[in-house]
């Protein structure tokens, strides 16, 4: 759970590149915590004992728990509860990222004290859960994608609403849109999520373009006048980040998503089909109102 957290908070911040953290996050999770030093962690074990065991295993074809079972030195309760510990002990990401040399240990503990102090980005936790109310999800939602839980919706709108009171606005007000059918003058943000096991997903942020140029501006911290290249660069960075931050966090419990570079439609005139819908959530900021959907890309074709 740190690692994911942690993990989400690094690429929030940008602190760290979505493929560095990528990387890092698959490595940790592959990293184990040896029986032998969790039994000392936890008091089971003294250096002692785990010296005698490291000697017996040299001279045996055993594992270490099998060993320590045979001398006595541990129950076979307790080894398997050592056991189901270490699969959830990973290796810390901020050890492998000082390894992989992404961040050096000033950086790293700089991070470290500010994401501490935050302590506040559990994506099921906190105000999230309150939101639901502004949360419309269709029927679609429960049954598309085999092991693409219902739930797994909840939780990118839970993180995008993060997301934009961390880069747009503060004081954005979630409101119920509804599945009404988008203006034809709404611009158009999408990227598409997908897997292997043929999940894909589109997600759809929508609004008339100076509400897009707000949302650019204030990601972009600073004033940008109109549609020009670093608005557009700022609109898709937005979109992409928040993507990267749900893609991230559902690679950490074993399900991987990857995504499509994000497109700009500031002509609108573009259709949503009711049956591709998945679930949507709008935002009331200072210049007007927003929405992000998911759409899904098999019930559209």
């Known amino acids: 759970m740190f690692n994911r957290l942690f993990g989400e908070y690094l690429l929030r911040e940008r602190i760290v590149p979505l493929a560095d953290l990528r990387e890092a996050l698959a490595e940790a999770e592959r990293s184990h915590i040896e029986i032998g030093a969790l039994a000392v962690c936890e008091g089971l074990l003294d250096e002692g004992k785990l010296d005698e065991i490291g000697r017996v295993q040299k001279q045996q074809d055993a594992r270490f728990g099998e060993i320590a079972v045979s001398l006595g030195y541990l129950t076979e309760e307790q080894l398997s ?5 270490q699969k959830n002990h990973a290796e810390r990401l901020s050890t492998v990222l000082l390894r992989r040399g992404v961040l050096d240990a000033g950086r790293m503990e700089e991070a470290r004290r500010a994401y501490e102090e935050e302590g506040q980005l559990s994506p099921g936790g906190g105000i999230a859960y309150g939101l639901s109310s502004t949360i419309s999800l269709a029927p679609l939602a429960e049954e598309f994608g085999e092991g693409f839980a219902y739930e797994r919706y909840l939780e990118y709108f839970y993180l995008f609403n993060r997301c934009v009171t961390r880069f747009v606005d503060r004081q954005a007000i979630p409101v119920d849109l509804g599945e009404e059918p988008l203006p034809e003058e709404h611009g158009l943000v999408r990227q598409r999520l997908y897997n292997d096991a043929g999940i894909s997903v589109s997600t759809l942020l929508s609004a008339r373009p100076p509400v897009l140029l707000e949302i650019a501006s204030r990601f972009a911290e600073e004033e940008i006048p109109g549609f020009d290249e670093l608005a557009e660069s700022s609109i898709l960075e937005f979109l992409n980040l928040v993507n990267g931050l749900y893609t991230v966090n559902q690679s950490s419990t074993g399900r991987d ?10 002509e609108g005139g573009e259709s949503v089909s009711a049956d591709a819908m998945l679930g949507t959530m709008g935002f009331s900021i200072a210049s007007g109102l927003f929405r992000i959907s998911l759409l899904s890309e098999t019930a559209e074709d």
């Open 257 to 266: 998503l990857s995504m499509d570079p994000p497109s700009l439609n500031l």
């Open 81 to 85: 509860l050592l056991l189901e510990r």
